[in-house]
């Protein structure tokens, strides 16, 4: 009954229907379903969904309601690392196909189909450009002919966007043109200066798509050869001043992708750099105190930085232990079967390890099981905390799971943040 009741009421949607939003997966085996969003500058809102067939395809009916804009197809989780954008012009069908390989290609939707085309003879262009730098790059009559050949290919396909959403995507990523020859050393530092000069941050069509932070993270990582702080510092502050004269609310997501980039790169210094000098302002500015609570806390649980200083048990804080060379900082739960699996190896491990004490603090509900569980653990320093994930020490320890290991040295600052108890098992053998 209920079937028949969906079906009665999707049924004037369908009449309606204008456009489709359809393509073909490969290998077919690996996909089951494509989600559809429509995309937006504050994130996405889910549209649809539509299961493959046996062959990879699937197909997604839009009514006339549907807006004209950037939209994104999820094909696996996680859906923020397993997606693409189209444009969808209101004017008509979107087909695709799509495989790891070879990405996706579009063969409906003239939108699409001249951005693609666009970015691959850009792609050309520059290949070529790379191969008269690495040839030497002093033929000053064949530089000019590649960057004629550049400006052209810029100018042909501006005309040919005029009046479509793409033209947004063309202009924005307009590249840099010496007017006079330029060495290697000259185009590079052009090209860094000019990177940006072409984007409008405040775009909400360009907000809505993948193409800013795409340019934002490929400039800070891929500019350059060279993964040194000293480069990644510049290529960040140039991206902090390409966007500095933009609302606070602009500014504010673009540096945490850095940050947030930084992070997962386990790169410490970079990613307070950012915070320090400019995320951690605008978090205040803005009133997002969850962003600050987030900065904060990673700066003061950063490799280098000293424990925060908290009381363990009644009369014994961590500052106060003293004896030891090594302090193994655990944060665990007697409901967590990772933790259970993993403390009698912790155990097994610093029976043979000396100078070094374990504080296994438990993040609990109540104290049942876990009075009965720290028993397995006489020569652990233990501790309690109440509230679980209510717990204050989640936050300032930046606690995202359990368990979470800290190494200190004797002055209890951060020297190690092993990701499980094989990281920590590694740590302590490199330090024997």
């Keep these: 009954m209920k079937k028949l009741i969906v079906a009665f009421i999707l049924l004037p949607t369908l009449l309606i229907a204008q456009h489709k939003i359809s393509g073909t997966f490969s290998p077919a085996e690996d996909y089951t379903y494509a989600f559809l969003y429509e995309a937006t500058p504050d994130g996405a809102n889910y549209v649809n969904r539509a299961q493959l067939d046996s062959l990879g395809n699937f197909s997604l009916s839009l009514d006339e309601t549907a807006k004209a804009g950037i939209y994104k197809i999820v094909y696996a989780i996680p859906p923020e690392e397993n997606n693409f954008d189209l444009v969808y012009n209101g004017k008509e069908d979107v087909h695709f196909t799509f495989s790891l390989d070879e990405g996706v290609n579009f063969t409906e939707s003239s939108e699409n189909k001249l951005w693609d085309s666009y970015l691959n003879s850009m792609d050309v262009v520059n290949q070529t450009i790379s191969n008269f730098y690495t040839k030497g790059g002093t033929d000053k009559t064949a530089f000019v002919s590649i960057f004629k050949t550049l400006k052209d290919t810029q100018q042909s396909y501006e005309d040919l966007a005029k009046g479509k959403l793409v033209e947004a995507f063309i202009k924005a990523n307009k590249p840099y043109i010496p007017e006079a020859y330029e060495d290697l050393s000259a185009y ?169 004490k374990v504080i296994a603090y438990g993040l609990e509900n109540d104290s049942v099981n876990w009075s009965e569980e720290i028993k397995k653990y006489p020569d652990f320093v233990h501790g309690i905390g109440l509230g679980k994930w209510e717990n204050p020490l989640v936050q300032t320890f930046a606690i995202v799971a359990t368990p979470t290991y800290f190494v200190l040295d004797a002055s209890k600052k951060i020297i190690a943040k092993p990701y499980d108890f094989e990281g920590l098992e590694a740590f302590f053998k490199e330090e024997k």
């Design 188 to 356: 590079s530092k052009s090209l860094k200066a000019n990177f940006f000069k072409n984007i409008d941050f405040n775009d909400t069509f360009l907000q809505s798509s993948s193409l800013i932070t795409d340019r934002i993270t490929g400039f800070v990582f891929g500019m350059s050869a060279k993964t040194d702080n000293k480069t990644y510092i510049s290529h960040v502050d140039i991206v902090a001043d390409a966007i500095k004269d933009n609302d606070a609310k602009v500014q504010s997501p673009l540096l945490e992708l850095l940050w947030q980039e930084f992070k997962r790169r386990e790169n410490h210094d970079m990613a307070n750099y950012i915070s320090d000098k400019y995320l951690l302002a605008i978090a205040k500015v803005t009133g997002n105190k969850i962003l600050e609570q987030q900065l904060t806390s990673y700066k003061n649980t950063s490799i280098g930085a000293i424990a925060p200083d908290f009381e363990i048990k009644s009369n014994l804080k961590l500052s106060e232990l003293k004896g030891d060379n090594f302090y193994v900082l655990i944060f665990w739960s007697s409901g967590c079967g990772h933790c259970l699996n993993e403390l009698p190896k912790v155990k097994t491990l610093f029976d043979n390890v000396s100078d070094t």
